[in-house]
T-cell receptor, first 114, second 111 residues
């Protein structure tokens, strides 16, 4: 049983398109996250939701919009894709919003914009 | 602001060599500290953690001790294996659920 799953694993698309990445966790966690990892492996948090409420919204273009239909799901929609959006996007979850809780990561979605 | 600094890679070691990956942090208060490992093509996995000063986290032969006096959380392993080849990330967490990751250190272990 996969704890944190993402679909798709690979996504190749052209500039200007709109795409979505889905994330689901079956750990019963309250908090979910989206991270972007660039080609140098630098990991940057984008968003965090706790009980379906947005609690972290880092400085990302407003073309990126997260949606959490329920505690187990956090999707990422990207409008008007640009070359610079090419990266690996990771979803993660944690038990709560406290600092002691480690995060569990999904396998990542490699987005390539051509 | 809060941040994590870890040694730059890549690091290449022979099998059975001793490993140290340095990590220092800047944070107010009392953060929790973590080491994550990322194997090729996979997501990050928690390797070990420490939630207060002088705590030692350990897992799979890896160890790290939370040193508040030196604001450090260095990762060590006495004898690395080829299967330890991966990217290692140091991270800190504070209240509000914000995680700060280091830039990652790539480790290659050669037979």
């Amino acid at each position: 049983d996969t704890a944190v799953s993402q679909t798709p694993k690979y996504l190749v698309t052209q500039m200007g398109n709109d795409k979505s990445i889905k994330c689901e966790q079956n750990l019963g966690h309250d908090t979910m996250y989206w991270y972007k990892q660039d080609s140098k492996k630098f990991l940057k948090i984008m968003f965090s939701y706790n009980n379906k409420e947005l609690i972290i919204n880092e400085t990302v273009p407003n073309r990126f919009s997260p949606k959490s239909p329920d505690k187990a799901h956090l999707n990422l929609h990207i409008n008007s894709l640009e070359l610079g959006d090419s990266a690996v996007y990771f979803c993660a979850s944690s038990q709560g919003a406290g600092q002691r809780y480690e995060q569990y990561f999904g396998p990542g979605t490699r987005l390539t914009v051509t | 602001g809060d941040s994590v600094t870890q040694m730059e890679g890549p690091v290449t070691l022979s099998e059975e060599a001793f490993l140290t990956i340095n990590c220092t942090y800047t944070a107010t208060g009392y953060p929790s500290l973590f080491w994550y490992v990322q194997y090729p093509g996979e997501g990050l996995q928690l390797l070990l953690k420490a939630t207060k000063a002088d705590d030692k986290g350990s897992n799979k032969g890896f160890e790290a001790t939370y040193r508040k006096e030196t604001t450090s959380f260095h990762l060590e392993k006495g004898s690395v294996q080829v299967s330890d080849s991966a990217v290692y990330f140091c991270a800190l967490s504070k209240t509000g659920n914000q995680f700060y990751f280091g830039t990652g250190t790539s480790l290659t272990v050669i037979p």
